[in-house]
C-alpha cells in the first residue's frame, strides 16, 4: 500500500515536470533576420521551439511577450520550450539587431504549421 | 548598434551598479568596504571574463544549456548569500560577513558581466561598429553612474530616518533577480510554463523606467506561476530573518567600524 503511495506520488510530479509529446517548431536566423517571421503555433500546448543560427555572430532571442530568452551563438542551434500559451499573438526579437530581426508567435486553436 | 549596446549595458549592468550603491550604504565605510567592492568587482569581472573566452563550448553544455546553468546557479547561490549574511551579521566574526558579501558581489558582476561580454566581444572591432559601440557603453556608464549615485542619496535619508525600510532594498534586490532566472528552468523543460499575467501594455519591459525598475526589483511584466512562487518564498524567507534579526541588525548598521 505504502509502495503504491510513493509511486502514485513520483508518477504525478514526474507528470507535472515532463511533457512527453512536445511537438517541434523551427526559426532560423540569417542574416540578422528571423526565418519564417511568423510562427504559428497550437493553442494551450507546450512546444520545443528548435533556433538556428546560419550567422557568425550570436544572437540573442528575446520575448517579453512569451518571458524567454536565450543567446545563439554563431553557426549554432538551440532549444526552448514554450507555452502552454492561450490564442494570441506574442512577439520576439533579436536582442542584438533589435531593428531587423523581429517576429512574432500567433497561436490558433488547432493551428500547427508556421510560414 | 549604439542604441542597442546602450540598452544592453543598462539592462545587464545596471543592476551591478545599484548593487554598489546598496553596499556602499549598509558598509559604514572604510578599509573593508573598499576591500569587499575592490575583491568582489575584480573577482567577478575576471570570472566573467574567463567564462566568455570558453563561451561557445560552455554554451554547448548540457544540451545547449550551459550559460543558463551559470545564470541560474549564480542567482540562487546570491540569494543564499544574502539569507545567511542576515542571519548571521553581528553573531558571527565580520571577517566571514565580508567574505560573503565579497562573494555576492563577484556573483553579481559575474552574471551582469557576463551577457554583456558576449555581445561586446562578438562584434568589437566588426567594421563600423566600433564607435556607435564605444558611444553605447559611454552613454550607459555615465546613465547608471548617475541611477546609481541617486540610489545612495535615498538609501542614505531611508538609513537614517527609516532603517529598517532602508534594509528591505537589498531583500527586494535579491529576491527580484533570484525569481527571475526560473524562466530559464521553463525554457529548458524542467519546470511547467504558465504565464500569470501581462502588464506589457501600460507598463512595457523595453521602457526606461521598467528596465529601472527591473535591475532594482527584477520586474517582469509577465511573469511566470514559477517565478512567482520563488518571488514569494526569496521575499517571505529574507523578510523574516531581517524582521526575526531587526535588533542586531539595526545593531550592526549604526555600528560604523562592524566591518572595518
Same mark, same amino acid.
Given at each position: 500500500?505504502?509502495?503504491?503511495?510513493?509511486?502514485?506520488?513520483?508518477?504525478?510530479?514526474?507528470s507535472s515536470?515532463?511533457?512527453?509529446?512536445?511537438?517541434?517548431?523551427?526559426?532560423?536566423?540569417?542574416d540578422h533576420? =528571423?526565418?519564417?517571421?511568423?510562427?504559428?503555433?497550437?493553442?494551450?500546448?507546450?512546444?520545443?521551439?528548435?533556433?538556428?543560427?546560419?550567422?557568425?555572430?550570436?544572437?540573442?532571442?528575446?520575448?517579453?511577450?512569451?518571458?524567454?530568452?536565450?543567446?545563439?551563438f554563431?553557426?549554432k542551434?538551440?532549444?526552448?520550450?514554450?507555452?502552454?500559451?492561450?490564442?494570441?499573438?506574442?512577439?520576439? =526579437?533579436?536582442?542584438?539587431?533589435?531593428?531587423?530581426?523581429?517576429?512574432?508567435?500567433?497561436?490558433?486553436?488547432?493551428?500547427?504549421?508556421?510560414? | 548598434?549604439?542604441?542597442?549596446?546602450?540598452?544592453?549595458?543598462?539592462?545587464d549592468?545596471?543592476?551591478?551598479?545599484?548593487?554598489?550603491?546598496?553596499?556602499?550604504?549598509?558598509?559604514?565605510?572604510?578599509?573593508?568596504?573598499?576591500?569587499?567592492?575592490?575583491?568582489?568587482?575584480?573577482?567577478?569581472?575576471?570570472?566573467?571574463?574567463?567564462?566568455?573566452?570558453?563561451?561557445?563550448?560552455?554554451?554547448?553544455?548540457?544540451?545547449?544549456?550551459?550559460?543558463?546553468?551559470?545564470?541560474?546557479?549564480?542567482?540562487?547561490?546570491?540569494?543564499?548569500?544574502?539569507?545567511?549574511?542576515?542571519?548571521?551579521?553581528?553573531?558571527?566574526d565580520?571577517?566571514?560577513?565580508?567574505?560573503?558579501?565579497?562573494?555576492?558581489?563577484?556573483?553579481?558582476?559575474?552574471?551582469?558581466?557576463?551577457?554583456?561580454?558576449?555581445?561586446?566581444?562578438?562584434?568589437?572591432?566588426?567594421?563600423?561598429?566600433?564607435?556607435?559601440?564605444?558611444?553605447?557603453?559611454?552613454?550607459?556608464?555615465?546613465?547608471?553612474?548617475?541611477?546609481?549615485?541617486?540610489?545612495?542619496?535615498?538609501l542614505?535619508?531611508?538609513?537614517?530616518?527609516?532603517?529598517?525600510?532602508?534594509?528591505?532594498?537589498?531583500?527586494?534586490?535579491?529576491?527580484?533577480?533570484?525569481?527571475?532566472?526560473?524562466?530559464?528552468?521553463?525554457?529548458?523543460?524542467?519546470?511547467?510554463?504558465?504565464?500569470?499575467?501581462?502588464?506589457?501594455s501600460?507598463?512595457?519591459?523595453?521602457?526606461?523606467?521598467?528596465?529601472?525598475?527591473?535591475?532594482?526589483?527584477?520586474?517582469?511584466?509577465?511573469?511566470?506561476?514559477?517565478?512567482?512562487?520563488?518571488?514569494?518564498c526569496?521575499?517571505?524567507?529574507?523578510?523574516?530573518?531581517?524582521?526575526?534579526?531587526?535588533r542586531?541588525?539595526?545593531?550592526?548598521?549604526s555600528?560604523?567600524?562592524?566591518l572595518?
Open positions: 500500500m505504502r509502495q503504491k503511495w510513493i509511486v502514485s506520488c513520483i508518477l504525478l510530479l514526474s515536470f515532463v511533457n512527453a509529446e512536445t511537438k517541434e517548431f523551427l526559426l532560423e536566423i540569417k533576420l =528571423f526565418f519564417p517571421s511568423t510562427v504559428i503555433l497550437p493553442a494551450d500546448e507546450k512546444v520545443r521551439l528548435v533556433i538556428k543560427n546560419h550567422d557568425n555572430s550570436p544572437e540573442e532571442f528575446d520575448s517579453f511577450d512569451l518571458n524567454r530568452e536565450k543567446v545563439i554563431g553557426g542551434q538551440s532549444v526552448i520550450y514554450i507555452g502552454p500559451l492561450g490564442p494570441g499573438k506574442y512577439e520576439f =526579437f533579436g536582442e542584438y539587431h533589435s531593428d531587423t530581426a523581429r517576429g512574432m508567435v500567433v497561436v490558433e486553436q488547432g493551428e500547427n504549421n508556421a510560414d | 548598434m549604439l542604441i542597442n549596446s546602450l540598452f544592453l549595458f543598462l539592462r549592468l545596471l543592476p551591478l551598479f545599484f548593487f554598489c550603491s546598496i553596499l556602499i550604504v549598509f558598509l559604514a565605510g572604510g578599509k573593508a568596504r573598499n576591500m569587499i567592492l575592490a575583491y568582489g568587482l575584480i573577482l567577478g569581472s575576471v570570472s566573467a571574463l574567463l567564462v566568455s573566452q570558453f563561451d561557445s563550448s560552455i554554451a554547448s553544455f548540457a544540451s545547449g544549456n550551459g550559460f543558463e546553468i551559470i545564470l541560474f546557479t549564480s542567482t540562487t547561490l546570491q540569494t543564499l548569500l544574502l539569507l545567511l549574511t542576515l542571519c548571521t551579521a553581528n553573531r558571527v565580520a571577517r566571514l560577513v565580508a567574505a560573503m558579501l565579497t562573494a555576492m558581489l563577484a556573483l553579481i558582476s559575474l552574471t551582469s558581466g557576463l551577457n554583456f561580454l558576449i555581445y561586446f566581444s562578438s562584434y568589437w572591432g566588426l567594421q563600423g561598429l566600433t564607435l556607435p559601440m564605444i558611444f553605447g557603453v559611454v552613454i550607459g556608464a555615465g546613465l547608471s553612474l548617475s541611477l546609481a549615485i541617486l540610489l545612495y542619496f535615498l542614505q535619508l531611508l538609513r537614517e530616518y527609516a532603517p529598517l525600510l532602508s534594509l528591505a532594498f537589498p531583500v527586494l534586490f535579491i529576491s527580484g533577480h533570484f525569481a527571475e532566472v526560473f524562466h530559464i528552468l521553463e525554457q529548458m523543460n524542467v519546470l511547467e510554463s504558465q504565464l500569470m499575467w501581462s502588464t506589457q501600460w507598463l512595457p519591459e523595453q521602457s526606461e523606467i521598467t528596465l529601472i525598475l527591473a535591475s532594482l526589483t527584477g520586474y517582469e511584466a509577465t511573469p511566470t506561476r514559477w517565478q512567482l512562487i520563488a518571488y514569494l526569496a521575499l517571505a524567507s529574507l523578510l523574516a530573518c531581517l524582521l526575526l534579526r531587526r542586531q541588525l539595526l545593531q550592526a548598521l555600528d560604523s567600524e562592524h572595518s
